[in-house]
């Protein structure tokens, strides 16, 4: 999962930071546009933001490893606590909502109600 950046030291090859975060900028509107896109499956949108939380994972290891520290590994670690406790809650309203409607729909969650 970590990539090694490396300095133009001992003629190894460096992948720059700014590919990097070009690749989790990509994630990111991948997951956005699934989301903007898809209404209908509520799965499928659970999906799409837990790959915008990988993305901002992603963007803070990188610059973790490209500053030589590590509190953004650290972050990185909250974060995908946060991404598991949303995707339990996101998968128990998906059970009810299920239970309820017997179909998977954004718009079956607005009788839920309480």
């Known amino acids: 999962m970590f990539i090694y950046i490396f300095n133009f ?19 990111f509107i991948l997951g956005l546009v699934g989301i903007i896109w898809n209404k209908r499956n509520l799965l499928v949108m659970i999906l799409c933001i837990e790959l915008m939380f990988f993305s901002i994972c992603l963007n803070f290891i990188f610059f973790s490893i ?7 590994q650290i972050l990185a670690l909250f974060v995908i606590t946060t991404a598991a406790s949303e995707t339990a809650i996101g998968l128990s309203l998906l ?20």
């Open 66 to 72: 490209y500053t030589y520290n590590i509190v953004g």
């Open 9 to 27: 030291v001992n003629n190894r090859e460096m992948v720059s930071l700014i590919a990097c975060l070009n690749f989790s900028s990509v994630l």
């Open 95 to 114: 059970i009810i909502s299920y239970r309820l409607s017997n179909k998977l729909s954004y718009h079956s969650l607005i009788s839920l109600r309480g």
